[in-house]
Every structure is written in C-alpha cells, then in structure tokens.
C-alpha cells in the first residue's frame, strides 16, 4: 500500500512540484549550514595558528596552554571536516510553547503548547522551526542552525507522536548526501490542523518518514538510526546513567542501535562524567565491523571502544570456535575451580627443584622436599594473586633457613638479634644459588604458559577431578593444542591474568633531553611530569576499566564471560541490552548468576522494546513458529509492515551447495542490498565455496555469527541442521530466521523432512 501511495504521489505533477519546491527550501537551508561550517574551520584552524605562536614565547605557562588549544583546537576541527551522508537529517515545525526558555543551544525549551496556540477553528501558526543534525550549529548571532540530535530540544523529533504531539505539528526527515538534498518525508503529528508557516499552508510530502528509512537498502555495515528513531527507543536513548539499566526487545527492534546511539548521547550530557571512556562489547567481531562506524556519525569517537567480547584481552585474539561440548565445559562457573588449581598447579612444572642449599656463618643449610612443599602450601594459603605471593614464599624460605642456621638464640639484646637476622637475609637472598632457585621453585607466571599446561590431558585430569568429567577434560585439552584461540579461551585468559596476578615493574626514567644537561634544568626537574594530553593517551591505551559499560547481545554472554566484562566496569554504570529468546547460551540460569555478581548492588531500571522495525509480517510469523518451540510462552515483537512476500520454501535438489547457489543468485537480482547465507556452524566454509563468484553483496556466516547482523534477503539452509547443533539451537534457529529485511528463503536439507510444498518440519504448523 505504501510503496501504491508513492507512486500515485509521483504521477502527481502538482505534488511533484510541491516536493521539488521544499527540497529547495532544506537544500537553501543547507547550503547556509556548510557556509557556517566553513567559517568554523577556518575560525579552529586560526586557533590552531595562535596556539603554535604561543609557544614561541616559552615559559611553562605558555606551553601548557599552547597543547591544551591545539589539543581542542584539533578535535573541533576534526569533527568539523567530517563529511556525513546526512549530516542534516530532521526537522520539526513546532507550536508557541508554553512558559518557554531558551536553552544553551538557542532553542526553546517548552514541550507543551501555549494556552491559545490552536485557534477555535482549529488553525494555528507555526512559532519555531528546528532543524535536527548530527552536530549543533549556531550563526552569528548564536540562533540555532542545526540542533545537536542528543540535545533536549532534539527529543520531540523522536518521541512526538499522533497520540501525543506536544508541540509538534510536522515532522521532516531529509535525506541528503554530501552537500546535496536528495528528498523530505513528513509525518503529521496533528492531521486534523490546519497549520500555516510565513502565512501559507504547511505543505505535507511523502507518506511516513519511517516507512521510508526501513525500505532502504542494507549494506555490509550498519546505518545509524537517529533519523528514524521511535519513542520507546528515545526513552531508553535518554534515560539517566545511573546503576544499571536493561533494555530487553526482540528481534529488529533496534536494540544494538539503540545502545550505540547511547554512548553517544552520554557523552554528549556528561563528557566530564565519562571521560574514563564507554566500553560496548559485541558478540562477534562481524557486529563490531557493522557497528563501528555509527559512532563518528554520531559526532562522537575516541572515547568510546567497540570490542568483540573475543577481543576484549590486549594482545590476544579468538580466531576459533570450540565445539559445543567444550564450549559449555568452558564457559562455566565449574572452569573457574579448575583455573585456580590450575594456576598453582603450573608452579611445579619445569622440573621445580626438590632441594634447596645455601651456605651461611659458614655452614651448609638445606631444605629438602617435604619442607619445600609444606612452605609452598603454607604460601599459597594466601589470597593475594599467585605471582604476587612470591615474596610470601621468599620470607617462608628465609625463615625456614634462619631457624635451621640456629642463630635465632645468639643474642638475648632484640637490636642485636634483628640486626643479625636484617643481615643474614640479606646475604642468602644475594646469593646466586638462592636467586635461580627462587626462580625455578616461585617461577612468575603467564596466563598463556598456564593455559598451555592444561592442554596436557593427564596434567588437566588432576587439575579437574571432581570437577570437569573424563570426556570434558580429554575434549578441553584436545581445543587447547590447537594453533589459535577461541571466545571461551579469551575469557579463561583474563581470568588466569587475576589469579595470577603482575608483579609490580619498576618505572622506566624517561630519557634525558639534550638541553636539559646543557641548561642545568634536570637538576632543578628530575622527571617532567605528563602534560594532562599525554596522560589521557596513555590512559586510553592502558584503560583496562570504563566509566561505563554496554554489553550487546548479553543474553549470550557465559559465566566466565561475564566476570571478564565485570573486572572491567568495577565502578561503572551499566547498560545491558539482550534477548532472552536469542541466547545461544546453554545455561541461562547460571549466566544470569554471574550477570548479577559483576552488576554487584547497583539498582536497575528496565525497559522492552516490542515493535519489530526489521522484518516483514510475513517473515515475522514465521519466526514465531520456531519462537514458541524454543521459548514457550514468550511473545515476538509486532512488525509494522508488510511486504506480501511470503518466505519461499525449497528442497535440496542436485547437491546442497549447487541448490543454495542458485538461490542465493536468485535473491541478488531481486533485492537491492546484501544476501547473507546462513548456516550450522560446521559448513561455514563450505558455504564460503558455494558462494564464490557471486560477488561481495552475497555472504556466508555461521549461525552464531548470525546475531545483530540484518541483510536485505537471507538465505537459511537445513533448520534441523542449525537447531541440532547446540542444546540452544531451536534459539539459534530463531534468530537465523529474523535477519531478512525484505525476502527470506529456506533451503531444507536431509534432515528437515520436508512436506509436498517443502516446508520442513520445524516451520509447520
């Protein structure tokens, strides 16, 4: 009907001409928002210049002050150079309010209208036109050109609706490329006035900007939402930082946008707040490459890091997927008793020595086995991190040679006998047999060189009796040989790191500069202190925790997992943003255990988001199917069109690669987007083969690498397949189902019985 709507309004000339008249109106407002840019510019690049003759002067005054402008001198800039899509995309005409301000972005701050803003005759003027754009901008005379989407004055464009208006009467979303105004959409928020502007009648064009959003295109990366954002997702957008705050919502309800236009808007309201940087970590490093760039659309980057929960480790990488089976083995609460036995078990590799001699007051003093172990024992009774429990042992030692010496009653004087004792230490510990003894006995440890341990059966086998079963201990060992890691061997990783622990490293004295020496200024000034730039840097680099936190697709994330994240937002606020009905996880009971154990005490606030913005009813309903199979009880978002294209159903036909071929071939030339091919995780790259040639819009990915993705079609091959793979396939299966924003096949493979119209099993009534 939509899709009818437009093309009657096309063959309208009048119409046409009213379109082509109010996109020169946005593009003449355009033209003067990138004139004030280029006055900008200039304006920061000026200020780029005085700070750089500021230093010329050279006192420590100036050049503080001289980094600190160029430094905001050269993020302004930078913000300013970029060149957005849409860097202008919405517009409201709104009523004269009621007891209205003027905010600090030059706009009023009223959001209902004035007693007498609708005439008896149900007619009004319109009082003030906002324009809504990525970034504020201001003229000359600081009225407002462009209001920042995250400012308060921005939020009627979201959250106005037919049922509740608020001022607004209109409201616009401009589409535009570069410099150029492509074309307008308008909503009416108040259809049953008739409104004027400049003394003509407030012209209308297009039939629902959101409609228009959801039938673009889908490329390889993900495309914000700001212009065609919806009420309940503004409310979550908005709500305050405090505590925690869950936003839970099926699929295509915009849950990941919704989060990364979050970070955004924190930032944009208390920069100060979260200068310890916003953390959002994602399942797959597939979602991180669709979402990254949303946020220098937004207007914000640098201080916020988008991480794949298998990248959340400096200096490692998951590369690999464990098996189910050892997947669960891994990521559960048991693996944590089998780290810890792990990490003191690891001291007695490398043929720890079995006796200590040392020679003192001229006697050879020994230790043999047994009293090496039970000082050992006696060290690890402790709770401090294994490595750091070294100088425990060193002092157990010590004292354990000073009573063998038998020179703890030489001297009845306290002074003297400490004296004695102060001297006695300090000669053993010189002593080169002590030292490599120490450092074969106490050796420091890595969590590399700990997880490498386990992958020897017979080792691990000690390490997790009791705990892991025969066949977990041979199939985790088994993972652990291979050449690379997985999402579950990161988080064992990080966890090994805390147990294990970094001893404290001595401060490298920065390199003397030349003048320096020849000015005499290291003697007045030892070390220069870090000017606050460089310290930000360096804490950006070194930031192992956040000032917030949001974590994408949670419901997935396993106990280990989730005590990763939570080392890392200790003191943070949080944002939790999943889907129980999603979660590729087996145990969600044991997940949510160790959720709430990262979360701590914090309150929580909750939201759901229930309308389906991806998926056509058509696709919508038959995800339910699988829906009410995996989760009993539970209900699917309400999609908000429809397409009348029915899902297609087909059967395996020469081969499962030639059929899968052809229909991915066949959905290229009917969509203009991207296809993705989705299937069991153990034919990834035999999908990746049946694919070649067809292009870069098609794209074959595993089931788990499925969740957060959205493609214009999908193709779905073998559902038994994917539902079998995992005791949470039938949600795997779910989620597969609901990535098509326009068509959706199903390729039914051996085990999917399907019937005369091939529909498989699992999708029939």
Known sequence: MAAQAQQETALDPAQDSVRDREIGVEQEHLDRVYHRLEEKIHEAEFLMRDAAQRGQVGTPGALAERDAQVFRAGVHLSRLNNEFEDFLFGRIDLLPGKDGKKGPDGAYT??????????????????????????????????????????????????????????????????????RVLGVEDDLMRPELKAFLDGHELPVIGDGALMAALGQARSHTMRDIVASIQAEQDLVIRAPAASVTYVEGGPGTGKTAVA??????????????????????????????????????????????IRAIGSLVDGAEATLYDAPSVARAKGSYRMLKVLRKAARGALELNDSPQRLRVVAFGRRLELQAEELERIRRTALGGTAPVNLLRPRARKLLLDALWER???????????????????????????????????????????????????????????????????EVRKVARSLKRDGLTVHDIAMLDELQSILGTPARPRKRRELDPLDQLTGLEE????????????????????????HVIVDEAQDLTPMQWRMVGRRGRHATWTIVGDPAQSSWSDPDEAAEARDEALGTRPRRRFRLTVNYRNPAEIAELA?????????????????????????????????????????????????????????????????????????????????????????????????????????????????????TQQLTIVSGERDEPNAAGVPDLLRD
Do not use: C
């Open 110 to 179: 009223a959001v209902e209208p004035a007693e007498g803003a609708v005439r008896p005759d149900n007619t009004a003027d319109i009082a003030e036109t906002l324009h809504i754009g990525r970034i504020g901008v201001l003229d000359e005379d600081y009225a407002p050109l462009v209001i920042d989407w995250r400012a308060p004055a921005a939020a009627p464009f979201y959250r106005s609706t037919p049922v509740d208006p608020g001022r607004v009467v209109r409201r616009r979303v401009i589409r535009s490329k570069g410099r």
């Open 260 to 305: 990364l236009h979050r970070a955004a808007y924190l930032l944009y309201q208390d920069r100060r707040r979260y200068a310890g940087g916003i953390l959002i970590v994602s399942p797959t490093p597939l979602l991180v490459a669709y979402t990254e760039g949303v946020l220098p659309s937004l207007g914000e980057e640098g201080q916020v890091a």
């Open 405 to 471: 010496s038998g020179a703890a009653g030489r001297h009845a004087d306290p002074e003297l006998a400490a004296e004695l004792r102060s001297s006695f230490d300090e000669d053993i510990s010189s002593e080169d047999d002590f030292i490599a003894f120490l450092d074969a006995w106490w050796p420091e440890l890595s969590p590399r060189a700990v997880l490498a341990a386990m992958a020897d059966e017979r080792r691990l086998g000690r390490w997790a009796r009791r705990i892991l079963n025969p066949g």
């Open 524 to 547: 007045l000034m030892p070390v220069r202190e870090e000017s606050q730039r460089e310290r930000a840097e360096r804490l950006a680099q070194e930031r192992i925790e956040y000032a």
């Open 624 to 740: 339910s199917k699988v829906l009410a199979l995996a989760m009993p009880g539970s209900e699917s978002p309400s999609a908000v069109r429809s397409t009348g294209v029915e899902p297609r159903f087909t059967v395996l036909r020469e081969s499962l690669g030639q059929t899968v071929r052809e229909e991915a071939a066949r959905l290229l030339d009917r969509v203009d987007g991207t296809v993705g091919v989705v299937v069991a995780m153990n034919r990834r790259e035999e999908a990746r083969r049946w694919l070649a040639g067809l292009g870069d819009r098609v794209v074959a990915l595993g089931s788990l690498e499925a969740k957060g993705l959205e493609y214009d079609a999908t193709v779905v091959v073998s559902p038994a397949e994917i539902a079998d793979e995992s005791p949470a396939g039938l949600r795997v299966l779910y989620v597969a189902l609901t990535r098509a």
